[in-house]
């Protein structure tokens, strides 16, 4: 039976190098040579027998994690999927939303500036100017 129950083996298999396996294979490796190190072995060339079995070890117990992880989470989807099909009035349906329903109007920021700066040209003369001014004091605030 092992960690895994037998409704677990219609799974399909996880990869040989997945995630966990590499992973936990570089961390066996790394173990051996910290074993070596400690022991004040030569790093990399004693004991190339034990790296290989650590490093081996590693990518056995990472590629079994991963299946047992595979597991676990087809078995919340199968029980999540399961309370959806049980209660759908729950989860109806809803109507895409725009973007724009979303999030606020966009007013640039120069259209909120401009017709202050054109305030500010009639309060100077009293009288509408002309477009030249206008664009040289547009220019002043930029």
Same mark, same amino acid.
């Given at each position: 039976?092992?960690?895994? +129950? #037998?409704?677990?083996?219609?799974?399909? +298999?996880?990869?040989?190098?997945?995630?966990?396996?590499?992973?936990?294979? %570089?961390?066996?490796?790394?173990?051996?040579?910290?074993?070596?190190?400690?022991?004040? *072995?030569?790093?990399?060339?004693?004991?190339?027998?034990?790296?290989?079995?650590?490093?081996?070890?590693?990518?056995?117990?990472? *590629?079994?994690?991963?299946?047992?992880?595979?597991?676990?989470?087809?078995?919340? #989807? !199968?029980?999540?999927? &399961? *309370?959806?099909? !049980?209660?759908?009035?729950?989860?109806?349906?809803?109507? +895409? !939303?725009?973007?724009?329903?979303?999030?606020?109007?966009?007013?640039?920021?120069?259209?909120? %500036? %401009?017709?202050?700066?054109?305030?500010?040209?009639?309060?100077?003369?009293?009288?509408?100017?002309?477009?030249? &001014?206008?664009?040289?004091?547009?220019?002043? *605030?930029?």
């Amino acid at each position: 039976m092992g960690l895994i +129950p #037998d409704e677990g083996r219609v799974l399909p +298999p996880p990869a040989l190098l997945n995630r966990g396996s590499v992973q936990l294979g %570089i961390l066996g490796y790394v173990s051996a040579l910290l074993h070596n190190g400690f022991n004040r *072995y030569p790093v990399l060339r004693a004991g190339v027998h034990r790296q290989i079995l650590f490093t081996t070890v590693g990518v056995f117990l990472g *590629y079994h994690m991963t299946k047992l992880e595979n597991y676990k989470n087809a078995k919340k #989807d !199968r029980e999540l999927f &399961d *309370y959806m099909k !049980r209660h759908p009035e729950l989860f109806a349906h809803k109507e +895409p !939303r725009r973007v724009g329903e979303i999030t606020e109007a966009f007013h640039p920021a120069k259209a909120r %500036i %401009i017709p202050a700066m054109f305030e500010v040209l009639l309060s100077r003369n009293g009288t509408a100017t002309a477009p030249h &001014d206008f664009y040289a004091l547009v220019n002043e *605030y930029q």
